[in-house]
DNA sequence: ATTTGTTTACGAAAGTATTCGTAGTAAATA
DNA sequence: TATTTACTACGAATACTTTCGTAAACAAAT
């Protein structure tokens, strides 16, 4: 058994959690508002989903004022790799090196960020060599 | 606009195409029997995922016999970039190296992945400089 | 004190995905 | 021919997601 629960965020739900892991923490109508410049929803909805989310656990909330303020309860770097072992698992066929060719196939990436990923693979094979 | 339409396959319906990618074309009862290895559903769930599938223009088929031959209608490649892309912008803010960084962090790969890999980006770099 | 504005809570509608029971049909078999 | 078997079609139940209307609580302003 692993540590984190199967943690399966919808899509909405993921886009609030981006939202939070962006600014730390904040309320419905701070939530909402950044959501709205993208999303074409009611602040009742974006309220509605976040207390969902709370009683999911994917968000912490501090209801000692008024205003309440929700905080992510999940890390990114843990849902990330969640949903990406879900998505090699389902549609890459297990193989993590398909979907790296994949992905650096279409959207193409800056000088500085392709050096950085081969930076990464020469300090991968390092310690495998160990 | 691009070529292929907004595909968005559901949860099952990757798991059919799956199978179907894999395979080639098949009857409901070849998919079905697939499937059940991993999965718990009745065979007229399998039918009805495909007749819906086939409706949306994810599968063709083939009715000139009783028994109906089914198959992929959009390809791995096309939907697999489709996927991704939509896991760039949605959770890794539209970084795909961050994501390759991600998916090569946890899982992890042969050699000769690292080497095929390590082979693209170089493969990537000259055709930038042109 | 009353009004106005902001907030949470609640419930339910609408949309989408998944599941399966049942009926009808055609082919294979007794 | 009658029965069994394998298949498709259809409709509906169930579940999950997203959306929002309305009411109640509270604070600030008039």
Redesign the interface.
């Known amino acids: 058994m692993s540590a984190s629960k199967n943690i399966k965020p919808t ?1 909405s739900e ?2 609030i959690l ?1 939202v939070l892991w962006e600014k730390g923490a904040g309320t419905v109508r701070e939530v909402h508002e950044i959501l709205e410049k993208s999303k074409d929803a009611g602040y009742t909805t974006t309220l509605k989903l976040m207390q969902i989310m709370h009683e999911k656990g994917l968000l912490k909330r501090d209801t000692s004022s008024k205003t309440h303020v929700y905080e992510a309860a999940i890390s990114k ?1 843990n ?3 969640q ?3 879900k ?2 698992d ?4 297990g ?3 398909q ?11 800056s ?1 500085e ?2 050096d ?3 930076q ?2 020469d300090q ?2 390092q310690q ?1 060599k160990k």
């Open positions: 899509e993921l886009e981006g770097e849902t990330r790799q949903l990406l072992n998505m090699i389902t549609v890459f066929n193989s993590a090196s979907l790296v060719l994949q992905a650096l196939g279409n959207h193409r990436s000088q960020e392709l950085k990923i081969k990464y693979l991968i094979e495998q």
